[in-house]
């Protein structure tokens, strides 16, 4: 399987719209890339400027939204309290095979949920599911105040559950940034051994936008990067 796994620092850090850029720069190229998300939660919020995940990802790599995600909850929950509630249980091997399946010659942008230590199960993290997947991982962190402890920390986590981390991406990147931005991207790359690139703000789902944006990253050498061997599904 060929692609990469996108992760955040938190939920509401713009990991979406990394994979939506990243997913419309490769098509924009000419890359036969797909899009997908295992689980969404919060459908029933109203967004105020960008649509919910699955719709922005659709629009990105030119799917169906019904085709990007697998398992789709109303509140804004983690997954395993949201299933919990609706008397349902996810099957983290089912969510593997289904991201899996749209491999075959396409590259797969894959956006987890919230960031990888968010549980699934009782049982398994949503690090557990980009371990059996093996794709680089993208981390998409803010640019403010405290993003270097929840970098480092995310971090940290990947790699102790056998994830390769291929770079972190701070967004939104302002054009002109301060002393705390410039210092926090340095700090990062520094103590977290890791590349770091930037994502100016995107104004809104643009298709144009998102692909101009994207091809600013450098997501060809991040395919190339070697991925962890794959996990044990359970």
Same mark, same amino acid.
């Given at each position: 399987?060929? /692609?990469?796994?996108?992760?955040?620092?938190?939920?509401? %850090?713009?990991?979406?719209?990394?994979?939506?850029?990243?997913?419309?720069?490769?098509?924009?190229?000419?890359?036969?890339?797909?899009?997908?998300?295992? *689980?969404?939660? /919060? *459908?029933?919020?109203?967004?105020e400027v960008w649509p919910p995940d699955h719709l922005l990802l659709a629009l990105a790599a030119e799917m169906e939204p019904a085709d990007v995600v697998s398992e789709?909850?109303?509140?804004?929950?983690?997954?395993? $309290? !949201?299933?919990?509630?609706?008397?349902?249980? $996810?099957?983290?091997?089912?969510?593997? !095979?289904?991201?899996?399946?749209?491999?075959?010659?396409?590259?797969?942008?894959?956006?987890? =949920?919230?960031?990888?230590?968010?549980?699934?199960?009782?049982?398994?993290?949503?690090?557990?599911?980009?371990?059996?997947?093996?794709?680089? %991982? =993208? %981390?998409?962190?803010?640019? /403010?105040?405290?993003?270097?402890?929840?970098? $480092?920390?995310?971090?940290?986590? !990947?790699?102790?559950?056998?994830?390769?981390?291929?770079? *972190?991406?701070?967004?939104?990147?302002?054009?002109?940034?301060?002393?705390?931005?410039?210092?926090?991207?340095?700090? =990062?790359?520094?103590?977290?051994?890791?590349?770091?690139?930037?994502?100016?703000? =995107?104004?809104?789902?643009?298709?144009?936008?998102?692909?101009?944006?994207?091809?600013?990253?450098?997501?060809?050498?991040? $395919?190339?990067?070697?991925?962890? !061997?794959?996990?044990?599904?359970?």
């Open positions: 399987m060929r /692609g990469l796994f996108v992760t955040g620092t938190d939920t509401g %850090v713009g990991k979406t719209i990394v994979a939506a850029a990243l997913l419309a720069a490769m098509r924009a190229a000419g890359e036969m890339a797909l899009a997908h998300k295992p *689980v969404l939660t /919060g *459908v029933e919020q109203t967004p789709i909850f109303a509140p804004p929950l983690s997954p395993h $309290l !949201a299933a919990q509630l609706e008397g349902r249980t $996810l099957d983290p091997a089912a969510l593997v !095979a289904d991201a899996q399946a749209k491999g075959g010659g396409a590259t797969v942008v894959v956006e987890g =949920i919230g960031g990888l230590l968010v549980p699934l199960t009782d049982t398994e993290l949503v690090r557990d599911f980009a371990a059996a997947l093996a794709l680089p %991982v =993208i %981390v998409a962190a803010r640019p /403010g105040l405290g993003t270097i402890n929840h970098t $480092l920390l995310t971090l940290e986590a !990947a790699r102790a559950g056998g994830l390769s981390v291929a770079a *972190v991406v701070i967004t939104p990147w302002p054009r002109e940034p301060g002393d705390l931005q410039r210092s926090n991207r340095e700090t =990062i790359e520094s103590l977290g051994a890791v590349d770091v690139a930037t994502l100016a703000e =995107i104004p809104g789902p643009s298709l144009p936008a998102l692909a101009a944006a994207g091809e600013e990253l450098p997501w060809r050498r991040w $395919l190339d990067q070697p991925a962890a !061997a794959a996990a044990q599904s359970a």
